[in-house]
């Protein structure tokens, strides 16, 4: 109402109450004040409209004859159909809800000259305090309004689906009556299988997981004229502000959504690999529930076999490693009705985003691939061979563990005697000197489920290796072999001063000689003077300082008389 009005309305009601002025008589029509206009005004009241208020009825000398409030239930009905008084049906046109107004209405606008016996004498102008609670059509429909809505949103509901959603409810007037929030869990329910009032079916449809919306729902498609208990009274508008958390539908099964896959994916995860990755768990309303992130460890695992949720053992087939991937699992492939502790509700939809950082199989073999490979490579590497390598190893996902660049000088190994892991072993057989390769080795034949330092357990690693130089071995046993048959007089030989005894250096220079002259071999290794030490040491039996010839004996006669190792 304009300020005018206002004024105008006040000057009568001014007239009409100021005794110098004397009566000017009786009123043609309603007064109205409306003495408190609420500042959003969505829907005034209309003929044929039904309408539910409050009042407080009195006479001019301020005696009360009735009041909806000392009965403690509102009045409903329709307007401008004749089934109010005339005063109250042109009364209470144009009003908003939560609106206020003072009424006068005339007798013959009220009770007439017939008044109501023992209530309302006849000819008596009416007082009306009234207060609007409530208005619909029988022509209304629902009324959604999208408060807030994701930016994505790949699925909405649908009926026969299963929802999860907070709500607040209220009447129209903005009186409470329920909250989700209050009990601290959702409500869950179906949609469209009459387990809700029609309105909230109707009103859930189309709605994505983490959407907000005001939805207003009329008397017929709620709770009607029965109402509901002593919070919701008959023929009342609801107003349901909803935030849906989620949804799925009991025939839904894993949805996937690959958000990064390598280009060069050479193998695929199947059942029965062992699967190492990083993942965030979230509920479809984006709240984290657990990360493997948090604890800075992988989760470890065989797929396909029950070890896990039966929703992340079929989201992880076929996965690459480097993959990134969003596993969105319905509640009957998760925690089903009853969750998981306190962070995982019943019936909640779940999303994981995993990072595969590396899978194997418990029968992989070490995967062998050749870079670079010499033109004319006819020696290769076998056991017991002595080699010097370079080095590069890292986890499957590129993480850097150790370089033997970091090192003034190459890694040496004698090959077969159990000084590197089982699977760089392998992958240093058979190479040329000069000859580069990419291994693949599985924690079986690497470190294992308990990893070693730096190197995580389970781990799958990559080996970058050249092969720089090798050295032809000896067999097991032995520190020195002869290329053809030893000295038929090896004592006498060795003795080189004729005195009847070896000690150390005469042995060395003997056995340098035999080196040198192509006749034998050492056992390789970066320090042979140590090698030709515990030759000696081996055969100085009674550790004087000099070998007899009762002493000395070659490596083939002690392992006939199983005595010991030497030569």
């Given at each position: 109402m304009a300020p005018g009005s206002l004024v105008l309305l006040l000057s009568v009601l001014g007239v009409l109450e100021d005794p110098a002025l004397g009566d000017p008589g009786p009123l043609e029509d309603v007064v109205i004040d409306r003495y408190y206009i609420p500042r959003v005004c969505l829907r005034e009241v209309q003929m044929g409209d039904f309408v539910r208020y409050h009042y407080n009825g009195t006479f001019k000398d301020g005696k009360k004859f009735d009041s909806s409030y000392d009965r403690g239930a509102t009045v409903a009905g329709v307007v401008g159909v004749g089934r109010l008084i005339t005063g109250m049906d042109r009364g209470l046109q144009g009003m908003c809800v939560n609106e206020r107004r003072h009424l006068i209405v005339p007798p013959h606008l009220g009770y007439g000259s017939i008044g109501v016996a023992g209530l309302i004498p006849p000819d008596a102008t009416l007082y009306f305090d009234v207060v609007m609670l409530d208005i619909w059509n029988k022509n209304d429909k629902l009324q959604i309004t999208t408060l807030s809505k994701?930016?994505?949103?790949?699925?909405?509901?649908?009926?026969?689906?299963?929802?999860?959603?907070?709500?607040?409810?209220?009447?129209?007037?903005?009186?409470?009556?329920?909250?989700?929030?209050?009990?601290?869990?959702?409500?869950?329910?179906?949609?469209?299988?009459?387990?809700?009032?029609?309105?909230?079916?109707?009103?859930?449809?189309?709605?994505?997981?983490?959407?907000?919306?005001?939805?207003?729902?009329?008397?017929?498609?709620?709770y009607g004229e029965k109402g509901y208990g002593t919070v919701i009274p008959p023929q009342a508008s609801l107003v349901?502000?909803?935030?849906?958390?989620?949804?799925?539908?009991?025939?839904?099964?894993?949805?996937?959504?690959?958000?990064?896959?390598?280009?060069?994916?050479?193998?695929?995860?199947?059942?029965?690999?062992?699967?190492?990755?990083?993942?965030?768990g979230t509920l479809m309303d984006g709240m984290l529930f657990d990360s493997s992130y948090s604890r800075n460890h992988?989760?470890?695992?065989?797929?396909?076999?029950?070890?896990?949720?039966?929703?992340?053992?079929?989201?992880?087939?076929?996965?690459?490693?480097?993959?990134?991937?969003?596993?969105?699992?319905?509640?009957?492939?998760g925690y089903g009705e009853n969750g998981a502790g306190d962070k995982i509700p019943g019936s909640a939809v779940l999303v994981f985003d995993v990072h595969i950082i590396d899978f194997h199989n418990p029968e992989d073999p070490v995967e062998i691939e050749t870079v670079y490979r010499p033109e004319g490579c006819n020696v290769t590497t076998h056991d017991r061979d002595f080699v010097r390598y370079h080095?590069?190893?890292?986890?499957?996902?590129?993480?850097?563990?150790?370089?033997?660049?970091?090192?003034?000088?190459?890694?040496?190994?004698?090959?077969?005697?159990?000084?590197?892991?089982?699977?760089?072993?392998?992958?240093?057989?058979?190479?040329?000197?000069?000859?580069?390769?990419?291994?693949?080795?599985?924690?079986?034949?690497?470190?294992?489920?308990?990893?070693?330092?730096?190197?995580?357990?389970?781990?799958?690693?990559?080996?970058?290796?050249?092969?720089?130089?090798?050295?032809?071995?000896?067999?097991?046993?032995?520190?020195?072999?002869?290329?053809?048959?030893?000295?038929?007089?090896?004592?006498?030989?060795?003795?080189?001063?004729?005195?009847?005894?070896?000690?150390?250096?005469?042995?060395?220079?003997?056995?340098?000689?035999?080196?040198?002259?192509?006749?034998?071999?050492?056992?390789?290794?970066?320090?042979p003077e140590k090698v030709i030490a515990d030759m000696f040491r081996n055969q100085d039996r009674n550790q004087d300082g000099k070998i007899t010839a009762e002493e000395l004996k070659l490596k083939s006669d002690e392992d006939q008389e199983k005595i010991h190792e030497e030569l």
């Open positions: 994701p930016e994505r949103c790949n699925r909405t509901v649908e009926n026969s689906d299963f929802v999860r959603y907070h709500y607040n409810g209220t009447l129209l007037d903005g009186t409470p009556f329920d909250s989700s929030y209050s009990k601290g869990s959702t409500y869950d329910t179906y949609v469209g299988t009459g387990w809700l009032i029609k309105g909230m079916d109707q009103g859930l449809l189309g709605m994505c997981a983490g959407e907000k919306r005001s939805i207003i729902i009329p008397p017929f498609l709620a349901f502000s909803v935030l849906l958390v989620d949804f799925h539908n009991p025939k839904d099964g894993v949805f996937l959504e690959h958000l990064e896959v390598p280009e060069s994916c050479k193998r695929r995860a199947v059942t029965g690999d062992f699967v190492r990755y990083h993942y965030n992988t989760y470890n695992t065989y797929i396909g076999k029950g070890y896990i949720i039966p929703g992340m053992d079929q989201g992880l087939q076929g996965v690459c490693v480097g993959e990134r991937r969003r596993v969105v699992i319905p509640p009957h492939l080095y590069n190893c890292s986890l499957l996902d590129g993480t850097r563990l150790f370089s033997s660049h970091d090192y003034e000088k190459p890694q040496e190994v004698t090959l077969g005697t159990n000084k590197v892991i089982e699977g760089l072993n392998t992958g240093l057989l058979n190479m040329c000197a000069g000859e580069r390769r990419v291994l693949i080795i599985p924690p079986h034949l690497g470190h294992g489920e308990s990893g070693a330092r730096g190197v995580p357990g389970s781990a799958v690693l990559r080996f970058e290796v050249e092969l720089i130089s090798m050295e032809e071995g000896v067999p097991e046993g032995y520190l020195f072999i002869w290329h053809g048959e030893p000295p038929a007089s090896l004592y006498e030989q060795m003795d080189l001063n004729k005195d009847g005894e070896i000690p150390a250096e005469e042995f060395s220079t003997f056995i340098k000689t035999q080196v040198a002259e192509g006749k034998g071999r050492l056992m390789p290794s970066s320090d």
